[in-house]
T-cell receptor, first 114, second 116 residues
Framework: QKEVEQDPGPLSVPEGAIVSLNCTYS??????FMWYRQYSRKGPELLMYTYSSGNKEDGRFTAQVDKSSKYISLFIRDSQPSDSATYLCAMLGAGGTSYGKLTFGQGTILTVHP | DGGITQSPKYLFRKEGQNVTLSCEQN?????MYWYRQDPGQGLRLIYY???????QKGDIAEGYSVSREKKESFPLTVTSAQKNPTAFYLC???????????????FGDGTRLSIL
């Protein structure tokens, strides 16, 4: 079983839709959670970073963390064609073998069509 | 502009050949990392370095080697022992790996390595 599970999609939505992207994890040592966006043939770009359970909002993006269920989500409101990319969740541990080392989900391919 | 520069963007390797991928950063970051990305598998850590002249194996280090002689540079060599080298290689850096605050990793734009 992988430490981080992410549905690879692909996910296709119309412009203006609300997008929900999700990851589950099994390692209780994970304490820090990130979402990266990766355009084709480019490196991942940090979108959101959080370390506490609850919601964190930044413009059209909301990151949600539920540590008790080991589940994180990224919501994109009013999605745009420019949001079409691969979205990667990533987690980092505060101790043990996962200390200081990012573990990534497989990535979800998102397409927003006009 | 500050950032991470990876070169070349595309690289081809012949059988039995070693190739070296370059990664340079001008962010004054202490820590640097190499990841491999394969379709449908996310990113996997190859090696990381917290300070100059020190580096640690990641989850898939076999067939790879690194050096960290300068803070700005962390080259990755893909040796002939790596039997399946075709992948997208990403270099990243951060202020340090020890986690005491907001220390995300920032990535370069990758090198795509293929076998001839």
């Amino acid at each position: 079983q992988k430490e981080v599970e992410q549905d690879p999609g692909p996910l296709s939505v119309p412009e203006g839709a609300i997008v929900s992207l999700n990851c589950t994890y099994s390692n209780s040592a994970f304490q820090y959670f990130m979402w990266y966006r990766q355009y084709s043939r480019k490196g991942p770009e940090l979108l959101m970073y959080t370390y506490s359970s609850g919601n964190k909002e930044d413009g059209r993006f909301t990151a949600q963390v539920d540590k008790s269920s080991k589940y994180i989500s990224l919501f994109i409101r009013d999605s745009q064609p420019s949001d079409s990319a691969t979205y990667l969740c990533a987690m980092l541990g505060a101790g043990g073998t996962s200390y200081g080392k990012l573990t990534f989900g497989q990535g979800t391919i998102l397409t927003v069509h006009p | 502009d500050g950032g991470i520069t990876q070169s070349p963007k595309y690289l081809f390797r012949k059988e039995g050949q070693n190739v070296t991928l370059s990664c340079e950063q001008n962010l004054n970051h202490d820590a640097m990392y190499w990841y491999r990305q394969d379709p449908g598998q996310g990113l996997r850590l190859i090696y990381y370095s917290q300070i100059v002249n020190d580096f640690q194996k990641g989850d898939i280090a076999e067939g790879y080697s690194v050096s960290r002689e300068k803070k700005e540079s962390f080259p990755l060599t893909v040796t002939s022992a790596q039997k399946n080298p075709t992948a997208f290689y990403l270099c990243a850096s951060s202020t340090r790996t020890g986690f005491t605050g907001n220390q995300p990793q920032h990535f370069g734009d990758g090198t795509r390595l293929s076998i001839l």
